[in-house]
């Protein structure tokens, strides 16, 4: 069975600090992991990876993944509290017949104090 | 105009009966998804469909089937509702070949059975 685990699950910090969230997989027909925002409504895209090692940046996130480790991190720098949401990890199967879908992980809540 | 619509936003029906929620898509894709986000977050692949075929993820009931008069319209119907299907579904849709970053999400249909 395809799994995607996230770490921490729920993470608060103050604002100015600086985390770290972590994804990792064990899925079969991997095409790529993506980062998503989630506040009140559907996820919102953030970034996609398919090679590793290359950091993509947008702002004060930046995310990068390992496909050796299977993993992958995100990072977020001077934390504000707009920033609160639920950080949802998922990685891109081929699943047939042409179709691809998301594999998402139990998300990371993240809250920002100010 | 909105990229993937889906109708109704909110929904509170009893146990028992049974209940459709609507999804268009007007971006010309040709694979929609049906997602289950419960209320830990969790965001689980239901189905996938394009024109050729339907992929089932084995652990929904058989109480839910998806049904796609044409390419535009994956609708979800629930029958004999149970408290446990209390959830946001959301639909999504995305262009043949891969890229994670343009599969589109919906605005989830908050479903509450009591």
């Known amino acids: 069975e395809d799994k995607v685990v996230q770490s921490p699950l729920s993470l608060v910090v103050h604002e100015g600090d600086t985390v770290t969230l972590n994804c990792s997989y064990e899925v079969t027909n991997f095409r790529s992991l993506l980062w998503y925002k989630q506040e009140k409504k559907a996820p919102t895209f953030l970034f996609m990876l398919t090679s590793s090692g290359i950091e993509k940046k947008s702002g004060r996130l930046s995310s990068i993944l390992d496909k050796k480790e299977l993993s992958s991190i995100l990072n977020i720098t001077a934390t504000q509290t707009g920033d609160s949401a639920i950080y949802l990890c998922?990685?891109?199967?081929?699943?047939?017949?042409?179709?691809?879908?998301?594999?998402f992980g139990k998300g990371t809540k993240l809250s920002v104090i100010p | 105009d909105t990229a993937v619509s889906q109708t109704p936003k909110y929904l509170v029906t009893q146990m028992g009966n049974d209940k459709s929620i609507k999804c268009e898509q007007n971006l010309g894709h040709d694979t929609m998804y049906w997602y289950k986000q419960d209320s830990k977050k969790f965001l689980k692949i239901m189905f996938s469909y394009n024109n050729k075929e339907l992929i089932i993820n084995e652990t929904v009931p058989n109480r839910f089937s998806p049904k796609s008069p044409d390419k535009a319209h994956l609708n979800l119907h629930i029958n004999s509702l149970e408290l446990g299907d209390s959830a946001v579904y959301f639909c999504a849709s995305s262009p043949p070949g891969y890229s994670g970053n343009t599969i589109y999400f919906g605005e989830g249909s908050w479903l509450t059975v009591v």
């Open positions: 998922a990685v891109l199967l081929y699943s047939g017949a042409g179709s691809y879908q998301l594999t």
